[in-house]
T-cell receptor
Framework: AQTVTQSQPEMSVQEAETVTLSCTYD???????LFWYKQPPSRQMILVIR??????QNATENRFSVNFQKAAKSFSLKISDSQLGDTAMYFC??????????????FGAGTILRVKS | DTGVSQDPRHKITKRGQNVTFRCDPI?????LYWYRQTLGQGPEFLTY????????KSRLLSDRFSAERPKGSFSTLEIQRTEQGDSAMYLC???????????????FGAGTRLSVL
């Protein structure tokens, strides 16, 4: 069974600073996908960034980037130039890539990020 | 397209009552997922559909839970004889079927928050 661990229940960062959220996972699969989702207070969850395990290059989306270490089974999220709108719960999630059909996401417990002005 | 829609947003019920939630996925998506999220935790997979076929069910989905997607469009999740432990946010997500990468991105609705008194 796959598991996802987020060891930081809460983090805070000053506006315009950089913050890194940690995520580790456990799997025996070789091909899979990793995701970071953002869930603002009382709002729906949206995808921030995703990484395919077969790609060595770390994914980047504007101010968001990941540090994917496959051997260590680590997948951290770096947010640069933090903005007040980044305040949210952040979830790390894992999905296998086997089969033709859609697959379930396995989520970590989440990290609450607060951006302070 | 307005995204994944869930109704109602909030439901308060008394223990022992039946409740039904509805999810309308993004129109061209043929995969639909249900997750349950308890306070301070990450979402947990309940079940998913490929068109009208229910392909996987979690052990979390007891006999009191049933989900349908009769015409491969909207889906309903029914909980019979609700218990206080059923209090949670019920999230629906959908994903497209085309393309290797696209089919692995799930788009979430805002959820239905259930409170069982």
């Amino acid at each position: 069974a796959q598991t996802v661990t987020q060891s930081q229940p809460e983090m805070s960062v000053q506006e315009a600073e950089t913050v890194t959220l940690s995520c580790t996972y456990d799997t025996s699969e070789n091909n899979y996908y990793l995701f970071w989702y953002k869930q603002p207070p009382s709002r729906q969850m949206i995808l921030v960034i995703r990484q395919e395990a077969y790609k060595q290059q770390n994914a980047t989306e504007n101010r968001f980037s990941v540090n994917f270490q496959k051997a260590a089974k680590s997948f951290s999220l770096k947010i640069s130039d933090s903005q007040l709108g980044d305040t949210a719960m952040y979830f790390c999630a894992f999905m296998t890539s086997r089969g033709e059909y859609g697959n379930k996401l396995v989520f970590g417990a989440g990290t609450i990020l607060r951006v302070k002005s | 397209d307005t995204g994944v829609s869930q109704d109602p947003r909030h439901k308060i019920t008394k223990r022992g009552q039946n409740v039904t939630f509805r999810c309308d996925p993004i129109s061209e998506h043929n995969r639909l997922y249900w997750y349950r999220q308890t306070l301070g935790q990450g979402p947990e997979f309940l079940t998913y559909f490929q068109n009208e076929a229910q392909l996987e069910k979690s052990r979390l989905l007891s006999d009191r839970f049933s989900a349908e997607r009769p015409k491969g469009s909207f889906s309903t999740l029914e909980i019979q004889r609700t218990e206080q432990g059923d209090s949670a946010m019920y999230l629906c997500a959908s994903s497209p079927s085309g393309g290797t990468v696209a089919k692995n991105i799930q788009y979430f609705g805002a959820g239905t928050r259930l409170s069982v008194l």
